[in-house]
């Protein structure tokens, strides 16, 4: 095990050596850099974390996580029967951690799992963070310092971007409880806020209009879907030089019901506004 130092010190030696990377040299440099990830893959630090004045992002682990790629490097591995050649080594010790991940899923070091997490045959990177109960189904992604609450489910062939760099940049997060439906794509450092539910196929990047269309006007919105929204993938007209034409737009269509019973508020959605997931 890396000898952890404080917080206060591993900040500064990890953000100096991150402005100036012959500082990586320095053992007590490269032991802050292995000790942030060590951390970051027992869950003792994140790289954003939620207060009264919402989401924090933590620029000092990133950068560690981008450092950490620096010092590592390219070497065979071995998980069972599968070989890989990487700088980052897979999860160990899963039973101990009370998660079940079906083969050929993968948690690279450097993530961290929930205890009762599934991970299906998908792929979950450094950085990224799943609370507890969540489900990642088959072929799900959960990129680089992605934020999954507890409770969530990925469906089939979901895709979470990762954001690495800049440090300061705000990963993908999905807060607890939400719904993911097949093949969506949620990237840019996009909030789903808390038991909201995609429909299948959405795609919400930074610039995706987000539009509330349970009103008498619409209502868009850009970078965060509302608390227990439901969700559709659309199109709205944009003029270009070349005459009009349809872009993709995510709708919103309605809200769960604020039932404390949140399985039987999710089939209600999905069944009262024909949500495909």
Not at 62 to 68: D, P, S
Not at 206 to 224: F, L, M, W, Y
Not at 239 to 251: E, R
Request: aromatic content about 6%.
């Amino acid at each position: 095990m890396t000898q952890t130092q404080p917080d206060s010190q591993r900040i500064v030696l990890i953000e100096a050596a991150f402005a100036d990377r012959s500082l990586l040299k320095d053992p007590a440099v490269q032991q802050a850099v292995l000790a942030t990830v060590e951390e970051l893959d027992k869950g003792r630090v994140r790289v954003a974390s939620k207060d009264a004045a919402g989401w924090q992002v933590h620029a000092w682990v990133k950068q560690a996580v981008l450092l950490y790629f620096v010092l590592r490097p390219l070497e065979p591995m071995e998980a069972g029967a599968l070989s890989f050649h990487d700088k980052v080594p897979t999860k160990r010790d899963l039973a101990a951690a009370q998660v079940r991940v079906v083969p050929p899923g993968v948690a690279r070091y450097g993530s961290y799992l929930e205890p009762g997490c599934i991970l299906m045959p998908g792929y979950v990177n450094i950085g990224a963070y799943v609370g507890a109960g969540t489900m990642i189904d088959t072929w799900a992604t959960v990129g680089s310092c992605a934020q999954v609450g507890k409770g969530v489910h990925l469906s089939g062939g979901v895709g979470l971007g990762g954001v690495l760099e800049p440090p300061a940049a705000s990963p993908v997060i999905i807060e607890d409880g939400a719904f993911i439906g097949s093949r969506c794509v949620v990237v840019e450092g996009v909030v789903v806020e808390q038991e909201a539910v995609l429909g299948a196929g959405v795609v919400l990047t930074a610039s995706t209009s987000i539009v509330d269309v349970t009103g008498p006007e619409p209502v868009i919105r850009k970078g965060r879907v509302p608390a227990r929204s439901v969700v559709i993938p659309g199109h709205m007209p944009k003029q270009f030089p070349a005459g009009t034409f349809h872009v993709p737009c995510a709708l919103i269509i309605g809200r769960r019901s604020a039932s404390t019973d949140q399985k039987t508020s999710l089939s209600d959605a999905l069944r009262t506004f024909q949500v495909p997931v």
